[in-house]
């Protein structure tokens, strides 16, 4: 019998979390996947709220002025208008198919308020964490407008807009997206697939991975390891790079996030998240001295 080397191992779901329903900044109501008793963390990605209502009263209330230091919030947008404006001077508004990727570094005061009164707001934001060295970085942001972010075609089907990391298309190009974090090397796909279709990709080894589908429903992993994953279901990847996902009868839309894992301690509190207690405590008093 002859022997060939292993392919690379396909990846499973090695868990799978249902969101959390929830409610944030002034009353906007969401669904928290990750930052919950079930999922409190996926190095490096703290938390993850899925939003999303044709309900005005769900979300008018929006994110009036709140902090952040020590990590990076991540704001996809797929319906609706945010304006975000920060105490730094800046402002932006944030339209369907956006991205804002800020780092908060050592501190920002920021609102994040609907720009509409009716109408559908859908979206997601990640947390994501950033290395000690990092933490008291100067605060910055990577904000790009949906033209802004490359959309790859790397099966038959298949369309994944690519908003951080690279995706090769189907004519062995690579699909790299605009957001560079070089602490985190973070993959960020929005993967539509037609009824019916599969596509395999290679994650970067050692990277911890998630996919949320948030339309119809995918399987992910392969052959008898395939599991399905419903709308509104989140799967964590494990054991393996290539990770191959395939629609059933209806299309699907899903998010693909990676990580490569700080492996360093997290002390979190609300909006700041440090190594140390002590860091954490820090973080309060320079907040109400007005260092931020
Ligand atoms: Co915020």
């Given at each position: 019998?002859l022997?060939?080397?292993p392919?690379a ?7 799978t ?9 002034a ?12 999922l409190p ?11 999303g209502?044709?309900?005005a009263?769900d979300?008018?209330a929006?994110?009036?002025e ?19 404006r920060?105490?730094?001077?800046n402002e932006?508004?944030?339209?369907p198919?956006a ?5 908060a ?5 920021h ?6 009164e ?6 997601f934001?990640?947390w ?12 910055g ?6 033209e802004?972010?490359?959309?790859a ?11 951080a990391?690279?995706v090769v298309?189907?004519d ?7 957001i ?13 697939m ?7 990709l ?12 948030f339309?119809?429903?995918l ?5 008898d390891d395939?599991r ?6 989140l799967g964590v990847?494990?054991g393996?790079e290539r990770?191959?996902l395939a629609s ?8 693909l996030?990676?990580?490569r ?8 509190y609300g ?6 207690k002590?860091?954490?405590?820090q973080?309060?008093v ?7």
């Amino acid at each position: 019998m002859l022997h060939s080397a292993p392919p690379a191992s396909a990846a499973r779901v090695i868990r799978t979390v249902q969101g959390m329903p929830t409610s944030d900044g002034a009353g906007v109501k969401l669904r928290r996947v990750i930052g919950t008793p079930q999922l409190p963390d996926l190095d490096p990605f703290l938390m993850l709220d899925e939003f999303g209502t044709d309900r005005a009263e769900d979300y008018i209330a929006g994110f009036p002025e709140h902090p952040h230091r020590g990590f990076e919030t991540v704001t996809y947008m797929l319906d609706g208008r945010m304006r975000h404006r920060d105490n730094h001077g800046n402002e932006g508004l944030l339209v369907p198919g956006a991205v804002q990727w800020m780092t908060a570094g050592r501190g920002v005061v920021h609102s994040e308020m609907p720009e509409q009164e009716e109408g559908r707001m859908r979206g997601f934001q990640l947390w994501v964490n950033l290395p000690a060295r990092l933490k008291m970085s100067e605060p910055g942001y990577q904000e790009f407008p949906p033209e802004r972010i490359p959309v790859a075609h790397p099966a038959d089907g298949v369309s994944v807009k690519v908003i951080a990391g690279s995706v090769v298309d189907a004519d062995g190009s690579a699909v790299t997206g605009p957001i560079v974090q070089p602490a985190t090397e973070p993959l960020y796909f929005d993967v539509g697939m037609a009824p019916g279709r599969t596509w395999s990709l290679s994650l970067p080894e050692g990277h911890n991975a998630f996919v949320f589908v948030f339309e119809g429903a995918l399987s992910v992993g392969e052959g008898d390891d395939a599991r399905p994953l419903a709308t509104r279901t989140l799967g964590v990847l494990g054991g393996g790079e290539r990770v191959i996902l395939a629609s059933g009868d209806a299309a699907a839309r899903a998010i693909l996030v990676a990580g490569r894992p700080l492996r360093e301690p997290v002390a979190k509190y609300g909006p700041f998240v440090m190594n140390t207690k002590e860091e954490l405590m820090q973080a309060f008093v320079d907040y109400q001295e007005g260092r931020f």
